[in-house]
């Protein structure tokens, strides 16, 4: 199976909030990271974590991060139809190179 | 500032041709690393390197594929004879060093035929 692994797909209502939840496997990750794909486009860093943290906030987005259970979560307060994209969560593994899980497509509806 | 650039952006081979596919790094970053994304997939590691060496290549098929970066000039994946199962997206990403961020380039969409 995926190491990482994330639900396919999320659709919600325009103003409502969105998680997006993924599970990795190393634990020895030293960060974790959030990318946002349009379609036809290439990767668009959203946000980070670092593994000695439990969660970040950056504006409409809010990372939490549970170690133990290695579980990741991104959530989008107040989702506007432009948030529509794939969401990829992804590890990093020995610094040098990042491990993708299979996306999360989110459909916003107006 | 230009960010990471990808060419071409769309590239047609049929089965058993060659394909290069070309990436400039962003301004003074000299770690390259490609990706490959195929169809509903999310992006699988290839290949790491810096300038003139190859450091991490566990993701590259054995045969067929190479890549390398020169001290002058653009990162180059090259895909020999190539075959259907080679279609995808082939993202590049560059960062300045090893544990930084990785910006990613548009990606070279490969359509085998």
């Known amino acids: 199976g995926e190491d990482v692994e994330q639900s396919l797909f999320l659709s919600v209502r325009e103003g409502d909030s969105s998680v997006i939840n993924c599970t990795y496997t190393d634990s020895s990750s030293t960060y974790l990271y959030w990318y946002k794909q349009e379609p036809g486009a290439g990767l668009q860093l959203l946000t980070y974590i670092f593994s000695n943290m439990d969660m970040k906030q950056d504006q409409r987005l809010t990372v939490l991060l549970n170690k133990k259970d290695k579980h990741l979560s991104l959530r989008i307060a107040d989702t506007q139809t432009g948030d529509s994209a794939i969401y990829f969560c992804?590890?990093?593994?020995?610094?040098?190179?990042?491990?993708f899980g299979a996306g999360t497509i989110l459909r916003v509806k107006s | 500032n230009a960010g990471v650039m990808q060419n071409p952006r769309h590239l047609v081979r049929r089965r058993g041709q060659e394909a290069r596919l070309r990436c400039s790094p962003m301004k003074g970053h000299s770690h390259v690393y490609w990706y490959r994304q195929l169809p509903e997939e999310g992006l699988k590691f290839m290949v790491y390197?810096?300038?003139?060496?190859?450091?991490?290549e566990s993701g590259m098929p054995k045969e067929r594929f190479s890549a390398e970066f020169p001290k002058e000039g653009p990162s180059i994946l090259r895909i020999q004879q190539v075959v259907r199962g080679d279609s995808a997206a082939y993202f590049c990403?560059?960062?300045?060093?090893?544990?930084?961020?990785?910006?990613f380039g548009p990606g070279t969409r490969l359509t085998v035929l």
């Open positions: 390197l810096q300038k003139e060496n190859i450091i991490d």
């Open positions: 992804a590890e990093s593994r020995g610094g040098n190179k990042l491990v």
């Open positions: 990403a560059s960062s300045g060093g090893q544990d930084n961020e990785q910006f």
